[in-house]
C-alpha cells in the first residue's frame, strides 16, 4: 500500500474509532471493544513475526503475561506508580524476548512450533505456581487502574479511548515499518531464507528482533489488560490464549495490518455471538473457522479484497 | 601479469557430503576485473563451490581469500558487506514483492535504518530510502526493466526474472559477483544480451565469477576458464587452451578410441 492510502485509512480508522467511542454507552459493549483493542495489539505483533517474517509461536502469551504479571507485581507487592513499571515492563520484554528469541528461531517450522510450545506452557507455570508473587492459581487482585491527571482509566470509555489509541498509534508505526528497509528484509526473509541471507540480511538477527517486537507488543497489550480490569489469573495466559492469538492472525489474514483488526475482531465477537448454541457453541466455533479456512485459506482481509476483485471483473465484463 | 596478487585465491579447498567428496583440492585464482569461467560436467562441483565461496557451508579444508582477506568461516551477511553477491542457479526471487522490492533488498546491506528507524521515520531514514529507490532504478534501468518496476516479479518471463536477480546482486556493489548458470533457460537473443551485460558489469570494475554450460557464451566473454570435474580441477587456461585440451575433451566426450 502507498504511503498517502496508509495515511488516508488510519485517518477515517481514527474518526470511526472517535465515532464508536462516543456512540456506544452500554458498558457492557464497551468493554467488548476494549478487548477487541488489546486483541488487535496481540494480533497485530503475532502478524509482523508469522506474517511478514514467516515464523510461528504458539507461545506468545507468555509475553502477553509477562507484561500483566510484570505490572501487576511491581504495582501491588512493591507500591510503584503504573507509569513507572511500563518502561520496565516494554524494556524488559524487549530484553527477554531477544535472550529467547535468538536461540529459538534457530528452529523452523515444526520444531519452532514445538520450542515456543514449550515457551508457553513454562511461562504458565511460573504464572500459576509461583504464589509469593503471582497470587498462584487464585490471580493476582487490586491491581491500581491508570492515572492521567484527574481521568481514571476503567473499563468503560476511557478504557476504551486509551486502548484504541494505542492501536491506532501501532497502526502506524507498523504500517512504516512494513514499507521499509526493515519490513522488506522481513518479507524476504519469510519468502526465500537462503535469498535474504545471500541478499546481506543477517537472518538469526533479524528474526530475533521482530520476535522481541512482537514479544513487546503482546507485553504492551498485558500492562493495559492488567491495569484496566485490575484482576488478573492464569488462565488468561496459558495455551489457548496463545493459540487463539495464532487463529487471529490466520482467520484475518497473515501479512496483513487491517488483518489483524478484522481477525481478532471476529476471534472476540464470535463467542458472544454463538451463545444461542448453547450447548453446541464450541461445535459452531470450531465448524465456523474450518469453513472459512476451507474456502478463504488467506484469511478474510485476502478472502473478501478477491472477492471484491472478482464482483468488478464481472461487472465489468457484464457491461463491456 | 601473471605476478599480480590475486584479487580471489581459492587454495586446497576440499568439501565432502557424507560418503560424496564434491571438491577435493581444488586451488585457483581470480584476476581482479576478470570475468572467470567454472565448466565441468554435472556433478562436477561447481555449485558446491560456489556455496563455499558466498558462504553457505564452510569447506572441510583450505582456504579462501578474498583481496588478501581470509573469509573463510565468515557468515554470508558478512560477506556480502565484504563485496560478494551471488545469483541462484534456479532463480531465487521474492515471490510476494515487486520487481523494484526485490532489487531494494539488494541494497540491505549498504543501508542502516533499523526497527526504531523504520517506525520514527527520521530525516536521514527518508533520505536514505530515496537514494536506495534511485539506486534500484538506476540498476533496473541498466538491466533493461526500468518499466516493469512494480510488476510482481514472479510474473515476468523467466529471462527477466534473472536479469531481476543479477539487478539484486548488484544493488549490494559487490566487488565480486558469482552467477550461477545465468544463461541457462535463455534464448539466443537474450543470451547475447546477457553477455553484453556481463561485460559491461566487468568493465564497470566487478570482477565476475560465472558457472556456466553455454560454451559459445563462456568462450566468447572469459579471460579464463576452469574445468571441474568429480571435484578436482582438471584443467585452467584461457578460453583457446581450454578448447585445444585432450583432458578436457575426455571430461565432456569420453575418451578417443
Not at chain 1, 472517535?18 to 494480533?43: F, K, M, R
Not at chain 1, 520484554?93 to 528452529?107: D, E, F, M, N, T
Not at chain 2, 553477491?85 to 520487481?99: D, H
Request: proline share 3%.
Amino acid at each position: 500500500m502507498s504511503s498517502r492510502a496508509r495515511l488516508y485509512s488510519t485517518g477515517i480508522f481514527a474518526l470511526g474509532i472517535v465515532a464508536v467511542g462516543l456512540g456506544v454507552s452500554n458498558p457492557y459493549e464497551q468493554q467488548l471493544l476494549t478487548i477487541i483493542g488489546i486483541h488487535t495489539l496481540l494480533a497485530l505483533g503475532l502478524n509482523m513475526l508469522m506474517g511478514y517474517a514467516g515464523q510461528i509461536s504458539l507461545g506468545h502469551a507468555a509475553f502477553f503475561g509477562l507484561g500483566a504479571y510484570g505490572t501487576g507485581i511491581f504495582t501491588t507487592h512493591f507500591q510503584w506508580s503504573p507509569w513507572a513499571s511500563l518502561p520496565v515492563v516494554l524494556v524488559t520484554s524487549c530484553l527477554v524476548g531477544y535472550a529467547i528469541g535468538r536461540p529459538i528461531l534457530r528452529l523452523s517450522g515444526y520444531y519452532l512450533a514445538m520450542g515456543t510450545l514449550g515457551l508457553g506452557i513454562i511461562a504458565h507455570v511460573i504464572f500459576r505456581e509461583w504464589d509469593t508473587f503471582t497470587g498462584g492459581a487464585s490471580g493476582l487482585v487490586g491491581i491500581p487502574p491508570l492515572v492521567v491527571g484527574r481521568l481514571v482509566l476503567g473499563l468503560g470509555r476511557t478504557g476504551f479511548f486509551a486502548v484504541w489509541a494505542t492501536v491506532v498509534l501501532f497502526f502506524v508505526l507498523c504500517g512504516r515499518l512494513v514499507d521499509s528497509r526493515i519490513g522488506r528484509a522481513l518479507r524476504a526473509l519469510g519468502d526465500s531464507p537462503g535469498a535474504a541471507a545471500a541478499s546481506g540480511i543477517h537472518t538469526a538477527h533479524l528474526k530475533a528482533v521482530i520476535f522481541s517486537f512482537s514479544a513487546v507488543m503482546a507485553a504492551l497489550a498485558g500492562y493495559l489488560y492488567a491495569h484496566l480490569l485490575g484482576f488478573i489469573s492464569p488462565s488468561s495466559f496459558d495455551f489457548l490464549m496463545s493459540i487463539r492469538m495464532v487463529t487471529m492472525v490466520v482467520i484475518g489474514g497473515m501479512a496483513s495490518i487491517w488483518g489483524s483488526l478484522l481477525g481478532a475482531s471476529v476471534i472476540t465477537l464470535l463467542p458472544e455471538w454463538l451463545h444461542v448454541f448453547s450447548d453446541y457453541e464450541m461445535m459452531a466455533y470450531g465448524l465456523i473457522l474450518m469453513v472459512v479456512m476451507i474456502f478463504l485459506p488467506q484469511g478474510l482481509t485476502r478472502g473478501v479484497l478477491d472477492a471484491f476483485q472478482r464482483a468488478r471483473t464481472l461487472r465489468g465484463a457484464a457491461s463491456s | 601479469m601473471g605476478t599480480q596478487k590475486p584479487f580471489l585465491a581459492i587454495d586446497g579447498v576440499s568439501k565432502a557430503f557424507g560418503g560424496i567428496q564434491a571438491l577435493y583440492q581444488v586451488s585457483f585464482d581470480v584476476q581482479e576485473r576478470h570475468i572467470h569461467a567454472l565448466i565441468g560436467p554435472n556433478g562436477a562441483g561447481k555449485t558446491t563451490l560456489f556455496n563455499v565461496i558466498s558462504g553457505a557451508f564452510p569447506p572441510d579444508e583450505g582456504s579462501i581469500r578474498l583481496d588478501g582477506t581470509d573469509i573463510q568461516g565468515c557468515p554470508m551477511h558478512e560477506l556480502v558487506r565484504l563485496g560478494i553477491a551471488r545469483t541462484f542457479q534456479n532463480v531465487e526471487l521474492f515471490a510476494g514483492m515487486s520487481v523494484l522490492e526485490n532489487v531494494l533488498v539488494g541494497c540491505h546491506s549498504r543501508t542502516r535504518c533499523g526497527l526504531i528507524g523504520a517506525m520514527a521515520r527520521w530525516p536521514w531514514v527518508v533520505r536514505e530510502e530515496r537514494r536506495a529507490r534511485q539506486r534500484a532504478m538506476e540498476l533496473l534501468d541498466m538491466v533493461g526493466l526500468a518499466d516493469s518496476a512494480h510488476k510482481r516479479a514472479v510474473d515476468l518471463p523467466f529471462g527477466w526474472q534473472r536479469l531481476v536477480e543479477i539487478a539484486r546482486a548488484l544493488a549490494a556493489e559487490p566487488k565480486l559477483l558469482l552467477l550461477d548458470e545465468p544463461a541457462a533457460g535463455l534464448n539466443a537473443v537474450e543470451t547475447e544480451k546477457l553477455s553484453r551485460l556481463i561485460q559491461h558489469i566487468r568493465a564497470s570494475g566487478i570482477t565476475v565469477l560465472l558457472v556456466e554450460h553455454d560454451m559459445n557464451l563462456t568462450m566468447d566473454i572469459s579471460d579464463r576458464i576452469v574445468v571441474l570435474d568429480r571435484g578436482r580441477k582438471l584443467a585452467e587456461g584461457t578460453p583457446r587452451e581450454i578448447q585445444s585440451s585432450d583432458a578436457v575433451m575426455e571430461a565432456y566426450l569420453g575418451k578417443k578410441q
